[in-house]
């Protein structure tokens, strides 16, 4: 081995040494933004999620001490259309449990903010990072403040007119919360030193990209059946209302309501994008076959592939049973860790010969 080799080899473990925390914290970070998907589909689910009427960031941190809190805080519930026509029949202890789901959310929600502001501040002092990778960290760090910002928005539709928030608001949340994810994931996956064995072309990364994109299209599409309740109707499979192709698909106009305002089209939708999906996964697992198996990298394409299976499987079991919280949260979480694999894969496709 020459000198200038093993100076260079020495050089590429001190940066790995140095950058390990910082993948190790940006892990952390996407696993917390997985724990705050789970939570606030509990939120979505258990019908929580306007319990909290204003949006304090910072003395909303501490929750209501004394009956004259609780008091105030369910006086301001009562005021809002989802209390009138919905829940007018809650005591201040029903009204407690559905406040401890928002709240819980939102002080996640917060403490995300303190555990991505802190160690970033930390890591730029010991200079374990260029400014290379430090303005993508604090770009990732604005992504969360506007998902935030997304999620007073979603909730504020809510406070007047409507008895639960707007689907198209809820969906832009969600597909943020998933974007957020993906870029928690890939990020320290493309910092990680160690080689990537494979044979990779364009076409790959290609493929990949519309699996990913494909997925979050379908977290999107699942935001709107969430938002309008479309999964309590329609509870068979695989017939939709007695039919592959149920009537009334268009019932609403202009056409283009459908697709987001209908019930019964937002579901087919839905459905529609996992045969998708199902179907693609096929091929790219059937195309590397050909091309030279699943060694090295491409040992992720099986991995996606029984992934994609166990999110159909419980989707369905989801719908049969008329959306249990359990069944529906995993189904919402497991969502999540598909694109995160997903994008681990396109990370590592990207770092094979380097």
């Not at 790959?204 to 994109?213: D, E, H, K, M, P």
């Not at 999964?231 to 192709?245: E, F, R, V």
């Amino acid at each position: 081995m020459t000198s200038a080799h093993s100076a260079a080899l020495s050089q590429t473990t001190y940066a790995a040494d140095r950058l390990r925390p910082v993948r190790i914290w940006l892990y952390v970070m996407a696993a917390f933004v997985l724990l705050m998907v789970v939570v606030g589909g509990i939120t979505r689910l258990t019908e929580s999620g306007l319990s909290i009427t204003s949006w304090k960031p910072i003395s909303g941190t501490i929750p209501p001490l004394s009956d004259a809190d609780w008091q105030a805080e369910f006086d301001a519930y009562k005021q809002i259309p989802q209390y009138e026509v919905n829940n007018s029949w809650m005591t201040i202890d029903d009204f407690k449990v559905i406040f401890f789901w928002e709240y819980l959310h939102r002080l996640l929600g917060r403490l995300l903010g303190v555990l991505f502001a802190v160690p970033f501040v930390v890591f730029l002092v010991q200079r374990r990072f260029t400014a290379q990778l430090a303005w993508p960290l604090f770009g990732l760090f604005i992504l969360g403040g506007f998902q935030g910002a997304l999620g007073w928005w979603m909730v504020s539709s809510g406070l007047t007119e409507l008895t639960s928030v707007s689907q198209y608001r809820l969906a832009a949340h969600l597909t943020a919360a998933s974007l957020l994810f993906i870029a928690l994931i890939y990020v320290p996956r493309s910092l990680e030193p160690r080689r990537v064995d494979g044979y990779v072309t364009s076409r790959n990364s290609w493929w990949a990209t519309i699996l990913l994109v494909l997925i979050i299209f379908q977290i999107g599409a699942g935001a709107f059946v969430a938002g309008l309740d479309a999964g309590m109707g329609y509870n068979t499979w695989p017939l939709m209302d007695g039919a592959i192709i149920p009537d009334g698909l268009g019932a609403m106009q202009p056409l283009w309501r459908n697709l987001f305002e209908n019930a019964l089209t937002v579901q087919f939708i839905h459905r529609g994008i996992a045969y998708l999906i199902i179907a693609y996964m096929a091929v790219l697992l059937w195309r590397q076959h050909r091309a030279g198996g699943f060694a090295g990298v491409h040992g992720w394409l099986p991995r996606l592939g029984l992934l994609v299976l166990l999110q159909v499987a419980l989707g369905i079991a989801t719908l049969l049973t008329a959306v249990p919280i359990s069944l529906a949260v995993g189904h919402q979480a497991l969502a999540f860790m598909l694109a995160g694999a997903t994008m681990a894969y396109i990370a590592d496709m990207r770092r094979v010969g380097r």
